[in-house]
């Protein structure tokens, strides 16, 4: 029972639980919120949406909470940006423990999905990287904006935006800066190097390196990128590219884009990036179209990419399902994406991942309207059905955007949205992979059979 429970599939639960309650418990002391009461419930689940890098607040986070509160917010962050697991195994090497092989493969697939490579090496280059871009980050946001980015401001933003967290210390997010150029980039390119995966990041960096030799020597090989690398990429760049050209139409066509061009174009093409689990706004959400809502639904469904600071299925997963279908339409038994088929095995944990990520935003979105509404007619409550789906979708992809109710939701709704950033940041192939391993396995097979379908 025992190994069970500290199984490699469990210790990511233990502490990713147990640091949540840590910092639940320190975020509830009095001299972490100066600005007024805050109930256990509040401060867990400012605790949780911390930890999982999600961004929903229930009070003003700038103004709410003192120095200790934001710097407890900013390691919970950093926690959950880096991911736990990463954490736990960086311990065990620093105690000087010995890593079992089950150990060594769980924590390759799920950063690398690669299980051949050097742990130390690998983890002391994902904290270079990260200490990289957010001290890149927090520069260049106090050299654009010293009086709107002070130091503490834009080491915080950096951090919140590099892991995807999405929370802002002003109540209106980044509406100030909409149409500030150097302001948007420095976000969106933070945004989507935490969204990207470390692994791309380090390959990326690699290749360049190789690609700046080849130049210098004509008769190298010119570099390629991996499988993996080059469908997060492709994926990445026409999921970020397709959002900001519906967005903008869909806001110009209803109206909600009266500024300069330039200005529609980056509102656009920066909530296109934020939807991917990040939760920075320039514009006010509640006040979008529809067409936007469901479209960035859609967005924050994907997520980023595996083994990196969102959530979401991945964009590996949209791909795959991608491909499925358009096989499906060939009649080809093997979905090809790029180079490679995928294997039925990794077709099938898609098809798991998917599959669950609908049940839990479907159960999500009922328990919230069912509490919300459940004894309204559809005609007085049609509207906020659209708005518990979007809070659900977002608190699962661990998103952090919200039309603005999340601090209206009562007790009850508030740890339905935290056992949905929880499971979301986790992910459910994961947890389910957890209770598995708690279950023995079968030495026998029934019968097989046939059903008609469609």
Same mark, same amino acid.
């Given at each position: 029972?025992?190994?069970?429970?500290?199984?490699?599939?469990?210790?990511?639960?233990?502490?990713?639980?147990?640091?949540?309650?840590?910092?639940?418990?320190?975020?509830?002391?009095?001299?972490?919120?100066?600005?007024?009461?805050?109930?256990?419930?509040?401060?867990?689940?400012?605790?949780?949406?911390?930890?999982?890098?999600?961004?929903?607040?229930?009070?003003?986070?700038?103004?709410?909470?003192?120095?200790?509160?934001?710097?407890?917010?900013?390691?919970?962050?950093?926690?959950?940006?880096?991911? @736990?697991?990463?954490? !736990?195994?960086?311990?065990?090497? &620093? /105690? =000087?423990?010995? %890593?079992?092989?089950?150990?060594?493969? $769980?924590?390759?697939?799920?950063?690398?999905?690669?299980?051949?490579?050097?742990?130390?090496?690998?983890?002391?280059?994902?904290?270079?990287?990260?200490?990289?871009?957010?001290?890149?980050?927090?520069?260049?946001?106090?050299?654009?904006?010293?009086?709107?980015?002070?130091?503490?401001?834009?080491?915080?933003?950096?951090?919140?935006?590099?892991?995807?967290?999405?929370?802002?210390?002003?109540?209106?997010?980044?509406?100030?800066?909409?149409?500030?150029?150097?302001?948007?980039?420095?976000?969106?390119?933070?945004?989507?190097?935490?969204?990207?995966?470390?692994?791309?990041?380090?390959?990326?960096?690699?290749?360049?390196?190789?690609?700046?030799?080849?130049?210098?020597?004509?008769?190298?090989?010119?570099?390629?990128?991996?499988?993996?690398?080059? @469908?997060?990429?492709? !994926?990445?760049?026409?999921?970020? &590219? /397709? =959002?900001?050209? %519906?967005?903008?139409?869909?806001?110009? $066509?209803?109206?909600?884009?009266?500024?300069?061009?330039?200005?529609?174009?980056?509102?656009?093409?920066?909530?296109?990036?934020?939807?991917?689990?990040?939760?920075?706004?320039?514009?006010?959400?509640?006040?979008?179209?529809?067409?936007?809502?469901?479209?960035?639904?859609?967005?924050?469904?994907?997520?980023?990419?595996?083994?990196?600071?969102?959530?979401?299925?991945?964009?590996?997963?949209?791909?795959?399902?991608?491909?499925?279908?358009?096989?499906?339409?060939?009649?080809?038994?093997?979905?090809?994406?790029?180079?490679?088929?995928?294997?039925?095995?990794?077709?099938?944990?898609?098809?798991?991942?998917?599959?669950?990520?609908?049940?839990?935003?479907?159960?999500?979105?009922?328990?919230?309207?069912?509490?919300?509404?459940?004894?309204?007619?559809?005609?007085?409550?049609?509207?906020?059905?659209?708005?518990? /789906?979007?809070?659900?979708?977002?608190?699962?992809?661990?998103?952090?955007?919200?039309?603005?109710?999340?601090?209206?939701?009562?007790?009850?709704?508030?740890?339905?949205?935290?056992?949905?950033?929880?499971?979301?940041?986790?992910?459910?192939?994961?947890?389910?992979?957890?209770?598995?391993?708690?279950?023995?396995?079968?030495?026998?097979?029934?019968?097989?059979?046939?059903?008609?379908?469609?």
């Amino acid at each position: 029972m025992r190994a069970k429970l500290f199984s490699p599939y469990w210790l990511p639960v233990w502490f990713f639980g147990g640091t949540i309650l840590i910092g639940a418990f320190v975020l509830h002391l009095d001299v972490s919120h100066p600005g007024g009461p805050l109930s256990f419930v509040d401060a867990l689940f400012t605790a949780t949406s911390a930890m999982c890098v999600t961004g929903l607040a229930v009070v003003d986070t700038g103004s709410y909470f003192s120095t200790l509160g934001l710097d407890v917010l900013l390691v919970l962050i950093q926690l959950g940006g880096l991911g @736990i697991m990463t954490f !736990t195994t960086l311990i065990i090497h &620093l /105690l =000087g423990k010995r %890593v079992s092989l089950n150990d060594r493969l $769980a924590v390759g697939q799920s950063l690398l999905r690669d299980p051949s490579f050097s742990l130390p090496r690998f983890l002391a280059r994902v904290v270079w990287w990260t200490f990289f871009f957010e001290g890149c980050g927090a520069l260049a946001l106090w050299l654009m904006d010293p009086v709107g980015f002070a130091p503490y401001s834009a080491i915080f933003h950096s951090i919140s935006a590099f892991c995807n967290a999405g929370f802002s210390l002003y109540p209106d997010s980044l509406t100030q800066w909409a149409g500030h150029g150097g302001v948007n980039l420095v976000f969106m390119i933070l945004i989507t190097a935490g969204g990207l995966g470390f692994y791309v990041l380090i390959e990326c960096a690699s290749y360049c390196r190789k690609l700046a030799v080849r130049m210098t020597h004509k008769h190298r090989a010119m570099p390629r990128l991996s499988w993996h690398s080059s @469908i997060v990429l492709k !994926t990445s760049a026409f999921l970020v &590219l /397709l =959002g900001a050209v %519906v967005i903008f139409f869909a806001e110009g $066509a209803a109206g909600n884009a009266p500024g300069a061009l330039s200005e529609r174009v980056w509102t656009a093409l920066f909530q296109s990036v934020t939807c991917r689990t990040a939760g920075f706004n320039t514009v006010d959400i509640g006040n979008m179209a529809n067409v936007s809502l469901i479209f960035m639904m859609f967005l924050m469904l994907i997520g980023g990419s595996p083994g990196s600071c969102a959530g979401g299925i991945k964009t590996t997963t949209f791909r795959a399902l991608c491909g499925f279908v358009w096989a499906q339409f060939r009649g080809r038994e093997q979905v090809q994406l790029g180079r490679f088929a995928l294997t039925q095995g990794a077709l099938n944990k898609v098809v798991s991942l998917t599959t669950m990520t609908f049940i839990l935003v479907g159960v999500g979105t009922l328990v919230l309207t069912a509490l919300e509404s459940g004894d309204s007619s559809y005609l007085m409550a049609r509207e906020e059905f659209i708005v518990n /789906l979007f809070e659900t979708i977002s608190a699962y992809g661990t998103v952090g955007l919200s039309t603005g109710v999340t601090s209206s939701l009562d007790t009850l709704e508030k740890m339905t949205v935290i056992v949905l950033m929880f499971v979301g940041r986790l992910g459910p192939v994961w947890l389910l992979s957890a209770l598995q391993s708690w279950q023995a396995e079968r030495r026998y097979k029934v019968p097989t059979g046939n059903l008609p379908f469609g």
